[in-house]
């Protein structure tokens, strides 16, 4: 059924956008006089409440929604395709899993990665904007779906202890950059996770979904502007998908999202930046390639190219 698929989605983005929007609201509330105790006093009671009881992730709540997925997808058709199967087992291990492309909303993320039973073996964490964590209602969703703070300390933290991750490398920078029915990911100035992989000996998997390309329509105007703001950790995409209700992607298409073969790292404690350029050259070869490998069979135009920005 169509609307059980559309109502998970909805909870899921609205759980995101919505608590990102009452949480802003509060705060610009707070200079209201007649609110700001009332706000003051909802925040207090919350952060009081979540330093006593800290977040945890609840696997059955996680179960549930991967149950759903499965049972009523909300893409025309969706679907993930490895390469090589053994990179989402339980047998993976130190293993990175590199997302590609953002999208303007990542829906091929959400529903063939977070929310999908194709990765349910290896128990991803799932690595999204640290501020998003700390946002009342938000941040408890997301970490009952194992979705985690993409910090430098969530990501040494979970190297220790050899966790599997994930995450879109991307970030605001490729959601602001996004093109309707263009391939393009953000890459070139991301080099953090590969040397974060090298440093802890992490294998790294590019992973590229077909179809985010067509979710939405955006605005490219003032480009520049926009990219320059999200130096500054300031979301600037501008766009619309359903009609009704514009932060929902659209579903009438296909999302397939194909797995490489992990690129194997070298341990290097310290790597040097001619380290961490070399290897990150390979990382963004392996990505196009993959992307190469499936374009005839999940691209709407068979001979599309991969702008790597």
Not at 1 to 26: D, P
């Amino acid at each position: 059924m169509k609307i059980v698929a559309t109502g998970l989605v909805f909870f899921l983005y609205t759980c995101w956008l919505g608590g990102c929007a009452l949480f802003l609201s509060m705060v610009a509330g707070l200079a209201v006089a007649s609110c700001r105790v009332y706000i003051l006093g909802a925040f207090a009671a919350y952060y009081s409440f979540r330093y006593l009881v800290p977040k945890q992730a609840w696997p059955a709540f996680l179960e549930f929604f991967q149950n759903v997925s499965a049972k009523h997808p909300y893409f025309k058709a969706q679907a993930v395709h490895f390469e090589v199967s053994e990179v989402a087992s339980a047998k993976a291990t130190k293993t990175l899993f590199a997302f590609h492309p953002h999208g303007a909303v990542g829906g091929g993320w959400l529903v063939n990665g977070i929310i999908s039973q194709a990765f349910s073996a290896c128990k991803n964490h799932w690595l999204v904007f640290d501020a998003l964590m700390k946002v009342p209602l938000t941040g408890d969703v997301f970490t009952w779906l194992r979705i985690d703070g993409a910090g430098k300390a969530t990501f040494l933290r979970l190297m220790a202890q050899e966790k599997n991750i994930a995450l879109i490398p991307g970030g605001f920078e490729e959601a602001t950059t996004f093109e309707h029915g263009v391939h393009r990911v953000y890459l070139q100035k991301r080099k953090g996770f590969i040397k974060l992989a090298l440093v802890h000996g992490y294998q790294v998997v590019p992973v590229y979904s077909f179809g985010e390309e067509f979710t939405v329509r955006s605005y490219g105007g003032f480009a520049a502007l926009r990219v320059w703001l999200n130096r500054f950790k300031i979301p600037s995409a501008l766009f619309i998908g359903q009609w009704f209700c514009f932060y929902l992607p659209k579903n009438d298409l296909a999302m397939h999202t194909v797995v490489g073969p992990p690129l194997v790292l070298p341990t290097i404690p310290t790597p040097s930046n001619a380290d961490v350029q070399k290897y990150h050259q390979l990382y963004i070869d392996a990505l196009v390639g993959l992307f190469n490998r499936h374009k005839a069979a999940f691209a709407a135009d068979p001979n599309a190219t991969l702008q790597v920005l």
